[in-house]
């Protein structure tokens, strides 16, 4: 019997075309634009100025807190601008425009120049390991973006006793997840013997779902001679690759409304992450890249490419011939949570594991209709809330903070609105009663 | 279908904003998305919807539907010729069905039909696929001798007061079509009621068999006297719990056949589009009540007590309500738990008023009908004691 959550989920179509697709490396593009705030916190200050040499791996932004997060020049170059500029969020926030000097040659050749291994870095103390997070410009990579030597630091009281790394990747389309896993499985485990020694040797966790047998074989045999790091394989499941939805599918912990992971001792971390910790403290390098998954049912030939942060989503559509005047939609992410993009110059940055092109035959929207109180949506929701009565209550403009506060917990998988038979969009009812609950609490 | 889509982009104009008929774009609309879909992209998240639309949800109900159709019908033959002692082909049973169901059918959807369209002209809202169920549940629960303008009648009082007053698909309290059956049965019991229900007999008054009574079994059943046993009461008529459960029997028009009607539960159950939550525990509530009658049944007592639970389940509208009306949706209970209590209470509540109340025999409209009324108070409760739940948890 393989593991999942018990509440809610749907199925929705995998597509994962991209799959079977090694990855790939991007050629340095003309420009890139990188954004200063590419994490959840506070922002960053900016240490570079207009016309500055830069080179590979230098600092460009500061953070400003202990919730907050560096980053790094991908490239050697000059820096051309700074400017404010739309992100594939949607939010428009500074950007510092960057000309590289090795424009035109292989990204792969360029990371293996720095591939270097530092001293000793098997006996690096916890503490160091930590600091060396913080310094490179590390953040969670499944979409999120929370800095992740935050999450490593949990308060003194919460005793932390296991350790989940996230492979489930549940959003239809997105497999660049799957393709670390299978090509980069000994760097993930080292990763993960890094945090261990950050907590002690508490027992890890890999979640990876059913439908990436290959990555799962791969990660096990990689695991094989360290006694406390398990594989947990999974039904598929969307949300499955929620954080709590992830804890109760291994560990069958109830993370409590409004609570952390750490309330019930868990940590989760991305794999992708956990290869980035990697990185920073065997190569000493920074977060500099990541893998973009590009796919869509216009894209002829999808694949999973290796890109440095502030590449535009223009540049790897030319790098993988997708023909501009075919393009309808374009997402930011799987197309359930994912976004559409305003600017096809907006910049991929740590976060982005999908960029989707579609036309004008997939996803038809239709008429919204009035709600018949079927239940699928209260069914479905993995956090078991009465949706289709939040969203009355919402669209009535009647709820407060005392009655509605449970909304909080909602994680915008959008569930709901997938199995909706009177297609309401109900995701974006609660997105809107999360805001003004917070609103009024605040 | 490309030559119709062409006639249609082409009227367009007259129907949109400043056309000549504007107050009618709800007519358009509706005939344009049921024969098409729409050219629009979602703009937000999430991109992917489940292929279950409200189109097909309610086509599925109809499509589930139809094996309970097409033996009614066949039944209607049947029972004719099987009071007039005349002998006849299949065939020509179910063409006789047909000729008597038709028109109730027509009567129902054009008159409930005009009704919608009206309400949604005013109202400016799109036509709701969802009167294309209610249009066909409301026939299927008559006899088939009903009078054409009580049909009429009845339906408009289900779409009009059932439905549009609370403001349309979604938001009414009770199922239009019980609502309408309801009415039938309070203001012409003379029609649905008693011995009557089967009215096979006044087509063909003078060629009758004798000893064809065409009283229904569950009427058979309540009409045992005290200290006898129901089912031999019911073997005295020439029932039988095989018979009844395929559904020969005298009844209303969609009513009779519970095999016919488990099909259905199957299609519905299998696309997601009925709760089997709700389907299992009506029937489970409704076997658990009759069981408890069946332990109190004394010399006293009516002798409708004795009747087995495994009857009660086949006879009468039972096995139609917990298929297709109390999963109707909009009126049922939402939350999960909320569906099992909803389901269960109305089994015991329709064997309870079949039991006690001799002079009502079959208590599935009333039961459902009440549970409607108290759905949104399960629902409130349900949610309530899942926070209280968590609270507690959380401490």
Redesign the interface.
């Known amino acids: 019997m393989l593991n999942t959550f018990r509440m809610g989920g749907?199925h929705?179509?995998q597509e994962k075309h991209s799959a079977q697709i090694p990855l790939s490396y991007a050629k340095v593009p003309e420009k890139l634009l990188i954004p200063v705030n590419q994490h959840i916190g506070q922002p960053c200050e900016i240490l570079v100025n207009k016309r500055d040499e830069v080179s590979r791996g230098m600092l460009l932004a500061k953070a400003t807190g202990f919730i907050s997060s560096n980053v790094h020049a991908p490239l050697d170059g000059v820096v051309e601008k700074i400017m404010k500029f739309p992100q594939l969020s949607g939010k428009i926030d500074q950007c510092i425009l960057l000309k590289p000097k090795q424009t035109g040659q292989d990204y792969a050749r360029i990371i293996a120049g720095d591939l270097t291994a530092a001293n000793d870095p098997e006996n690096i103390p916890a503490g160091e390991i930590r600091q060396r997070i913080a310094e490179s410009g590390i953040v969670g990579m499944g979409g999120a973006g929370f800095p992740t030597h935050v999450k490593l630091t949990p308060p003194q009281e919460k005793r932390i006793d296991a350790l989940i790394i996230n492979g489930a990747e549940c959003e239809?389309f997105i497999t660049s997840d799957h393709r670390v896993m299978l090509e980069k499985s000994e760097e993930i485990i080292k990763g993960i013997r890094l945090l261990q020694r950050i907590f002690g040797q508490i027992p890890v966790y890999i979640g990876i779902e059913q439908n990436k047998p290959d990555a799962s074989a791969k990660m096990r045999s990689a695991a094989q001679p360290f006694k406390n790091i398990f594989i947990s394989d999974l039904q598929v499941k969307y949300p499955q690759g929620g954080e709590k939805q992830l804890i109760k599918a291994i560990l069958k912990r109830?993370v409590?409304?409004k609570g952390l992971p750490m309330d019930v001792g868990v940590i989760v971390q991305n794999v992708a992450t956990v290869l980035a910790i990697h990185d920073a403290i065997y190569f000493g390098r920074p977060l500099m890249e990541r893998v973009v998954t590009i796919s869509g049912n216009i894209v002829e030939a999808p694949g999973n490419i290796v890109v440095p942060v502030g590449t535009a989503v223009s540049y790897l559509m030319d790098s993988f011939g997708i023909d501009p005047g075919r393009v309808?939609?374009v997402?930011n992410g799987g197309?359930?949570?994912?976004?559409?993009i305003f600017s096809l110059e907006s910049p991929v940055t740590k976060t982005t594991s999908a960029i989707l092109f579609f036309d004008?035959k997939?996803?038809?929207?239709?008429?919204e209709?009035?709600?018949?109180?079927?239940?699928?949506c209260?069914?479905s929701c993995p956090m078991?809330l009465?949706v289709?009565?939040y969203a009355e209550s919402i669209r009535s403009n009647q709820i407060n903070k005392d009655d509605f506060s449970?909304i909080l917990d909602c994680i915008e998988?959008?569930?709901c609105?997938?199995?909706?038979?009177?297609?309401r969009?109900l995701?974006?009812w609660l997105r809107l009663g999360k805001s003004m609950v917070k609103r009024e609490m605040n | 279908m490309k030559a119709l889509l062409k006639i249609l982009e082409k009227q367009k104009p007259k129907f949109e904003k400043g056309g000549k008929l504007q107050r009618f774009f709800p007519l358009y609309e509706a005939t344009e998305?049921i024969l098409f879909?729409?050219?629009?992209?979602?703009?937000?998240?999430?991109?992917?919807?489940?292929g279950?639309?409200?189109k097909?949800?309610m086509m599925m109900v109809v499509v589930a539907l139809l094996p309970a159709i097409l033996f009614g019908i066949y039944n209607i033959g049947f029972q004719h010729y099987k009071a007039i002692g005349q002998p006849a082909s299949g065939s020509e049973m179910f063409v006789f069905g047909l000729i008597r169901f038709m028109p109730i059918v027509l009567v129902s959807y054009a008159v409930g039909g005009f009704w919608e369209v009206l309400f949604s002209i005013i109202r400016k809202?799109?036509v709701?696929e969802?009167f294309l169920v209610t249009g066909i549940l409301f026939p299927l629960t008559l006899p088939p001798t009903m009078p054409l303008w009580q049909v009429a009648v009845s339906i408009s009082f289900g779409v009009v007061i059932g439905k549009e007053v609370f403001g349309?698909?979604?938001?009414n309290i009770l199922n239009p079509a019980l609502t309408a059956r309801a009415f039938a049965f309070f203001a012409y019991p003379g029609k649905i009621s008693g011995d009557k229900v089967w009215t096979a007999i006044d087509l063909a008054k003078d060629k009758l068999v004798d000893g064809y009574s065409g009283a229904t079994p569950l009427l058979a059943a309540s009409g045992t006297e005290s200290g006898k046993l129901a089912t031999d009461a019911m073997a005295a008529g020439g029932f039988d719990w095989m018979n009844s459960f395929i559904g020969l029997i005298p009844g209303s028009i969609g009513e009779t056949s519970t095999i016919a009607i488990l099909l259905g539960a199957l299609i519905l159950i299998m696309t997601?589009v009925g709760?089997w939550k709700i389907i299992f525990s009506t029937f489970a509530g409704g076997y658990v009540m009759a069981s408890v009658f069946n332990l109190l049944a004394g010399p006293e007592s009516t002798g409708m007590f004795t009747l087995p639970a495994y009857y009660h389940l086949v006879l009468g509208g039972f096995a139609f309500g917990a298929v297709f009306m109390a999963t109707d949706?909009?009126?049922?209970?939402?939350?999960?738990r909320g569906?099992w209590i909803y389901g269960f209470l109305i089994g015991v509540l329709a064997i309870l008023i079949r039991t006690v109340n001799p002079a009502y025999p079959e208590g599935m409209m009333l039961s459902i009908l009440f549970m409607n009324v108290f759905s949104p108070l399960i629902?409130y409760f349900v949610?309530q004691g899942?926070?209280k739940r968590?609270l507690s948890?959380?401490h």
Not at chain 2, 37 to 50: E, I, L, M, Y
Request: hydrophobic share 30%; glycine share 10%; with cysteine.
């Open positions: 749907i929705p179509p239809p109830e409590p409304s309808k939609m997402l197309p359930m949570m994912g976004k559409t004008e997939a996803y038809v929207s239709r008429h209709n009035a709600c018949i109180r079927c239940g699928n209260i069914e078991g009465p289709a009565q449970g998988c959008g569930s609105a997938f199995s909706c038979p009177a297609d969009r995701a974006h | 998305t879909w729409t050219n629009d992209r979602t703009k937000q998240g999430p991109h992917v919807r489940d279950l639309d409200l097909r949800f809202h799109e709701n969802g349309g698909t979604g938001m997601g709760s949706p909009v009126s049922a209970a939402q939350s999960e569906k629902d949610v899942n926070i968590r948890r959380a």
